[in-house]
Structures are given as C-alpha cells and as structure tokens.
C-alpha cells in the first residue's frame, strides 16, 4: 500500500511559510504603531549624550583629540555611521533570539515547530521583518540625526554597501547559533542584551576600536564586525583604516562563510538536545 | 436573609496576597539564572561605553581632556560617568520590571484571572517592586565594588550619605514605575514609554556630561526630573567630601518629588484600573 505524507513540503510552500511569517511579523510590528515610531528616535536618544560629551571635548565644534585615533574631526558622523550598522546587527540579534522566546512565552513555540518547514526558515522569516524595518528607521535616523547632529558623507554609497552584504550574511550565521542558545537556556532578555552591547562596544560603533585599552584591542580585533564597520566609515567618511581595505574586505567574506558553516551545524545539533530534552513547549 | 461573601478581605488577606506576588516574582526573578550574569557584566559594560568614548575623545596627547576640563572644571571623567549612567540604570530597570510587571501578566494571560480574585489589586504592583528592590541594592553593591576596584574610581565620600540619598530617592524612582506600569495596561505600547521616559533621563539629566553645557532651555525641564538631583547627590555624596551641606537641597526636592510621584502613581493606578475594566480592555493585548 502506498503512503501518502500528510504535507509535500516543496520550495513555493517554503516561501509560503517565509511570507506568512513575514506577514504575520510585519502586521505585529505597526499593531503598535508609538512602538513603531519610537524606534526611529530610540538610537538618537541613545547618542544625544555622546553629542553632547563631544561637545565638552570639542573646540569651535572640531573633536581634535578625536582625530588622533580616527582620522576625522567630525565625531558626530563617525558614530551616527557605527549607529546605523549597529541598528541592523541588533535587528539580527533580536529577530532571531528575541523572536523565539516570543514563540516560548505565547504558547506557540512547540506548534509551530511541528509544522513541516525547514526551522531555520521560521528564524530568517523572523528577522526579515526587523531588517526592512531597520533599514526604513535607518534611513529616517540619518535624515533627523544630519538635521539635529550634522552628518557629513562624502564618499562613495555604492562602495560602502560592498562591505555590509558579508558581514550581514555572516551575522545571520551568528544569529542562528545564537537562537539555539536562546532555545536552550529559554531567556532571552539578558542574552540579547549584553551580547548586542558587547559586540557593539569592541566593534566601535561609538569609537575607533585603536582607543582601546591595549589588553581589550585583541578582543575587538578578533571581531569581523569590527572591520565591517572600518570599511563602511573609511568609504564613506574617510576615517583611517585598521587593515587596507581590500584585506577587511577578504576577511569579511571568510567570516561570512565560517559564521554560516558554525551557526548552522550549532543550530542543528542544539535544537536536536532541546528536542530530546522535550523543553520546547516550556517557558 | 443575611447575605454572606465568599471572601472577607481585610488586612490580613491583603497582605497574604502581596507576599504571595512577591513570592511569585522572586521565584521567577531567580529562576532564570542570566541574572547573575547581568549583575556582574551591566555595571562594567554600560558605562564602559561611554568612558571609552570619552577616551577616544580626549585623544593620543590628552589635547581633547585639557579642552574638557577647561570647559566643566572636572578633573576627571571616570567616577562621574560610573555614577550617572548607575542611576540611569536604576531608573531603566524599574520601568522594565515594575513598569512591565502587569503588562507582563497580560501578555501571558493571566491578569484577568487574577484581576477576579478578590485581592488587594495594588498588591500585584506593589508586590513586584520589592524584589526588585532588593536586586537592585545588590546591583549597586556590585556597581560601586567593581567601579572602585576595574575602573580605580576613588570615592572620597561618605556611605551613609549615599546610602541616605539612595532611600530618599527610591519613592520617585517607584513613584514613576506605578504610574508607568498603570499607563501601560491601557496604552499597551509600553516599549514606546520605556523609550520615552529612559530617553528624556538619558538627554536631560546629564549622566555623562556637567547640565552647564546644555542648552538654556534643556537645563529648565532638568529642573523637573527627580533623576537631575538624584544624580547630583550621589555624585558629591559619593565623589566629594563636600558631606550633608551639599546634598541638602537635593534631599528637599527628592523628598517633595518622591511625594508627588507615589501619589501620581497610586492614583493612575486606580483610574487607569477602573478605566481598563470599563473598557474590557484587561485581558487583551
């Protein structure tokens, strides 16, 4: 007798599943539409008091001690740039580890497991609704961030882009991982936030990572984020460089191959101890 | 026929339901073991930002610290930093926790239920505060242990007087966590109040710079946050030597201000309560 599965996954129900997860996140987002706005102004309240620590540092609104470290007086630019970055790597950080304890604390995690799709496609779907809203803000963030700080780009966008697709792709790899992890432990909050913080501490988004204590630089420098950020401000900007940049560019590319490579195999052998562990359905 | 409740409410019953809420809340509280992490790392990491940026500011020759001291007259910018962004991290996690705390249980559901117990409803509020309360004591031991010890913070003042500045506070600070917690049941969007209110400390109440260098305008509504003061005090009761004279005018407005919000927040509480259950609102989210 010939069986028949209950579901023929194939690649459209896939997208099916990507879209309506997607859908389902995008709808969520504007349900609450202050939260929504808010989060254009969220990270130009969190560098107000930078602009203003700047300003005390500052003669005749150049930040000349800065310039040692950075190659550039405009301060304001330098970091309204690294917020920017740092806005979407957080969009990864948060989409995907923050998302799944979501899933844990309504009571749909464990269904939504059952369902017949690939488990890293509910995480990507996830944080494909906090990238296009990142990518939105970020532009709203420039525009009143050059309006009240002043942001100067004189460089080439086309080329400045060049570096973000590897880092982005390698940061998903992180993202995965670091899902599991959240799977495992079933909290979130903590996790989240201070790795997002850490990462965006040593990977200088508010500071050229050669001010560094020489016993912390290692660790920044270990970062491929790090260079990712050096290479969008060094075309953008042009601030000095770490490495020249086609190197941060090769390296970053390494990244974005390792980081999917680790972060899938780590997804895929946690999320088998969480099964076995029978803790899916638990908050 | 004399009519006979279900339940007699009174004292007694009142506050069995406030320790069951703050049974509940630090069973969950040390049920996620993160928090001993966060404990130890946020003291460290949050302020370690700015200090760095701060270090990157002053620059390879010192150039950028000389211009800074020229224009606040401080000498340093490491203690002052430590101690600002610790009282922003106070505030923030009270509007996290006790702000959340019944949003929270809408979230999981379970606020309708309780909210039909016949209990004491500010218990729920009023119970998820202490434990917090007590963490946040130990975050501020640790904070002012690893500040003096990783970032050679010296501080020169008195214990007491900080302590005695810390108690003064702790009304505004919970004051405004009622009234944002009861804001929230209704509103809902409590990501956008949290945003709101920590940002509105963050810019005006000069965690990490001197208030002279704000704008005329911004140095007026600093006037009328709790934190502006409550960051003030600490630092010299902390910081200097300059003992209770200089943190008297502080203590006075926290006093005043920690008046004002308690009443602010029991009052929202209640409005916002009978507003919610009007409305049926209570049980969605």
């Known amino acids: 007798?010939?069986?028949?599965?209950?579901?023929?996954?194939?690649?459209?129900?896939?997208?099916?599943?990507?879209?309506?997860?997607?859908?389902?996140?995008?709808?969520?987002?504007?349900?609450?539409?202050?939260?929504?706005?808010?989060?254009?102004?969220?990270?130009?309240?969190?560098?107000?008091?930078?602009?203003?620590?700047?300003?005390?540092?500052?003669?005749?609104?150049?930040?000349?001690?800065?310039?040692?470290?950075?190659?550039?007086?405009?301060?304001?630019?330098?970091?309204?740039?690294?917020?920017?970055?740092?806005?979407?790597?957080?969009?990864?950080?948060?989409?995907?580890?923050?998302?799944?304890?979501?899933?844990?604390?309504?009571?749909?995690?464990?269904?939504?497991?059952?369902?017949?799709?690939p488990r890293l496609l509910i995480l990507i779907g996830h944080s494909v609704t906090n990238l296009v809203v990142t990518a939105v803000t970020s532009i709203g963030m420039l525009v009143f961030g050059g309006l009240i700080f002043g942001f100067n780009a004189s460089g080439d966008v086309l080329k400045a882009l060049l570096p973000i697709i590897p880092m982005m792709l390698g940061l998903y790899g992180f993202g995965f991982a670091f899902a599991a992890v959240v799977m495992l432990l079933r909290e979130a909050n903590t996790l989240v936030d201070v790795s997002s913080f850490l990462v965006q501490i040593f990977s200088g988004s508010n500071f050229p990572v050669n001010a560094l204590p020489r016993f912390l630089l290692p660790v920044a420098l270990a970062?491929?984020?790090?260079?990712?950020?050096?290479?969008?401000?060094?075309?953008?900007?042009?601030?000095?460089?770490?490495?020249?940049?086609?190197?941060?560019l090769i390296l970053l590319i390494v990244f974005m191959f390792v980081m999917l490579w680790i972060g899938t195999a780590t997804f895929r052998s946690l999320e088998r101890r969480v099964r076995t562990l029978g803790t899916l359905g638990q908050h | 026929m004399n009519a006979k409740s279900l339940t007699t409410p009174g004292f007694s019953s009142d506050f069995s339901a406030l320790w069951a809420v703050v049974r509940?809340?630090?069973?969950?509280?040390?049920?996620?073991?993160?928090?001993?992490?966060?404990?130890?790392?946020?003291?460290?990491?949050?302020?370690?930002?700015?200090?760095?940026?701060?270090?990157?500011?002053?620059?390879?020759?010192?150039?950028?610290?000389?211009?800074?001291?020229?224009?606040?007259?401080?000498?340093?910018?490491?203690?002052?930093?430590?101690?600002?962004?610790?009282?922003?991290?106070?505030?923030?996690?009270?509007?996290?926790?006790?702000?959340?705390?019944?949003?929270?249980?809408?979230?999981?559901?379970?606020?309708?239920?309780?909210?039909?117990?016949?209990?004491?409803?500010f218990a729920y509020l009023l119970g998820s505060s202490i434990p917090q309360l007590v963490s946040m004591f130990m975050l501020m031991l640790v904070s002012g242990l690893e500040y003096a010890f990783l970032f050679k913070v010296n501080f020169s003042g008195s214990l007491w007087l900080t302590l005695l500045v810390i108690l003064t506070a702790i009304p505004s600070v919970y004051g405004l966590g009622f009234a944002f917690a009861s804001v929230v049941i209704t509103a809902k969007e409590a990501n956008a109040f949290v945003f709101l209110v920590r940002g509105i400390v963050m810019i005006f109440c000069g965690i990490t710079y001197p208030l002279a260098i704000l704008p005329d305008w911004m140095q007026a509504v600093s006037k009328w946050l709790p934190q502006t003061y409550i960051i003030h005090a600490v630092r010299t009761a902390a910081l200097s030597t300059e003992g209770f004279s200089g943190v008297a005018f502080d203590l006075k407005m926290l006093a005043l201000f920690g008046i004002f919000w308690l009443a602010v927040g029991y009052a929202l509480f209640n409005m916002m309560e009978r507003r919610a259950r009007q409305t049926g609102a209570i049980g969605q989210y």
């Open chain 1, 1 to 117: 007798m010939q069986t028949q599965p209950l579901s023929q996954p194939t690649l459209l129900s896939h997208l099916r599943a990507l879209y309506a997860l997607i859908r389902k996140d995008w709808k969520q987002y504007w349900r609450y539409p202050l939260n929504a706005v808010s989060s254009v102004f969220q990270p130009l309240i969190w560098i107000a008091p930078i602009y203003f620590m700047g300003q005390a540092f500052s003669e005749n609104g150049k930040a000349i001690g800065f310039s040692q470290y950075s190659g550039t007086t405009d301060f304001m630019s330098f970091i309204l740039l690294g917020t920017v970055l740092e806005s979407f790597i957080n969009a990864v950080f948060w989409g995907m580890g923050y998302a799944l304890k979501n899933d844990m604390d309504s009571g749909v995690m464990e269904s939504n497991w059952l369902t017949p799709i």
């Open chain 1, 223 to 248: 970062l491929p984020l790090t260079y990712g950020l050096d290479a969008v401000r060094a075309n953008l900007i042009g601030t000095k460089t770490i490495l020249p940049l086609q190197w941060e």
């Open chain 2, 24 to 121: 509940r809340e630090w069973t969950i509280f040390i049920r996620y073991p993160s928090w001993i992490i966060a404990l130890f790392i946020w003291p460290v990491i949050f302020p370690m930002g700015y200090i760095l940026t701060a270090r990157a500011l002053s620059g390879v020759d010192g150039s950028g610290l000389t211009t800074f001291q020229n224009t606040t007259g401080l000498t340093e910018y490491v203690g002052y930093i430590a101690v600002g962004t610790m009282i922003w991290m106070w505030q923030n996690i009270v509007l996290w926790a006790v702000g959340y705390s019944l949003r929270n249980e809408q979230m999981r559901g379970t606020l309708e239920s309780n909210w039909l117990s016949p209990t004491w409803r």
